[in-house]
Structures are given as C-alpha cells and as structure tokens.
C-alpha cells in the first residue's frame, strides 16, 4: 500500500480565518513533505520532516505552520493567507531521507486552497 | 547549479502513435532521477526511479531510460488514458534532504 491522505479535498478561507491541512500515511515512512503547486508549474517543496523534526523550512512565511505530532501524521496550520497563496497543496512521505538513498516520495491527492 | 529541462512542453499524439519525452539534467552527482504522472487536480502518481546510467524500466506501455545527461519516457502505443502531465525530478548526489528538482513537465495529450 503506497496510499497518502489528505483532507480536506476542497478548502475556502477568507484572509483572517485559521485553518489546518492534514495528511496521514501508514506505509511506516519516516520522511514527510509538504509542497505547494500552482497550476501549469511543478510541486514547490516547502518543508521537509525526517524523524517527526523539521529538517528543511525552504523560506516559507510564518503565515504557514507545519507541525508533526507522530510519525504518521502531517499538519500544516494557516493563518492571515494572502489570495496569491491559493493554490494545490501536496504532501508526501518517503521512507525516509539521508546519503543511502534515493528514495521515491508518494504524494497525496492534495488540497485545493481558496483564499478570498 | 541543479537544474532539470523536459521537453516537449506539450505533445498531441494520435492513439497507437508512439513518440518519447525528454527530460535532461545537471546536477552535481545523481542519486536518483524519478518519472512521476500527474492527472489535472490531483497528486503526482509514482513511476520509475533510475539510478545509473544505462539502466532501464518498464511498466505497461512506459519504458524510462537513463544515460548521463538525460532521461527519456517511451510511450508505446498510447491510450487516450495516458492523457496527463509527465513531470521528471532529480536528487543531488550531495543532497541528504530528500529535496527534488523537478523539471516544468510535459502535457501529453491521446486523441482517440
């Protein structure tokens, strides 16, 4: 089973709501990703967890907050979100990260976020 | 610096037409170079992953090939279900973060 979930599937905020994304795999992986994707462009990673501690932040606002409580589980919590970040947010697990790899990453179907 | 270029951009192919997609690289050492599909709307879907030069993989219609510099995606015969966006990622030999370089993608497009 290669299987990543996320809900919600569809999520509409205004620019002062809060809000958390989850994502939830059961493949025993020890890396997860979060990515943002507009349309027409590729995934843009944004943070990388390894072992339930952040490992990368690739310089994303603090509008935007990760948060892994176990090691099957991925929030992204948001707040104060501008319009230009909607958009279709991924994530994904590998089995983990480090120099023996490379290991393929599985993504979730993803969340597609409306900011009015 | 790491940088991943596929080509075409788009491709239009008649059913049962095959053709390949490009999808070349420079990075500073590979450790693994990954084909993914990605339907409108949703998540990118898992395909091959290559790690040395010469090797090759298959699954159904798709064959992934892999030399120094590039990487190609053979349809053979194509569906109009292998209508989707083909994206190719790399993963540095330095790199110990897990982080991807992806490529802009092809759109491909099956007319029956």
Request: charged residues 20%; glycine residues 8%.
């Amino acid at each position: 089973d290669t299987e990543v979930t996320q809900t919600p599937k569809h999520l509409v905020m205004g620019m002062t709501n809060k809000k958390s994304l989850k994502c939830e795999q059961h493949m025993g992986h020890r890396a997860m990703y979060w990515y943002k994707q507009k349309a027409k462009k590729p995934p843009e990673l944004m943070f990388v967890y390894s072992y339930e501690k952040l490992s990368i932040n690739e310089s994303v606002p603090s509008r935007f907050s990760p948060e892994c409580p176990n090691s099957s589980l991925l929030n992204l919590h948001l707040h104060a979100l501008q319009p230009e970040d909607s958009a279709l947010y991924l994530c994904a697990s590998s089995q983990k990260i480090g120099l023996a790899g490379p290991y393929e990453q599985y993504f979730g179907p993803g969340t597609r976020l409306t900011v009015t | 610096e790491d940088q991943v270029t596929q080509s075409p951009e788009a491709l239009r192919l008649q059913e049962g037409e095959s053709s390949s997609l490009n999808c070349s690289y420079t990075v500073s050492g590979l450790r693994g170079l990954f084909w993914y599909r990605q339907d409108p709307g949703k998540g990118p879907e898992f395909l091959f992953t290559l790690y040395s030069a010469g090797e090759e993989k298959e699954k159904e219609r798709l064959k992934a090939t892999l030399t120094k510099k590039e990487s190609f995606l053979h349809i053979t015969a194509p569906k109009p279900e292998d209508s989707a966006t083909y994206l190719c990622a790399v993963q540095s030999g330095s790199s110990n973060t897990g982080k991807l370089i992806f490529g802009q993608g092809t759109t491909l497009q099956v007319k029956p």
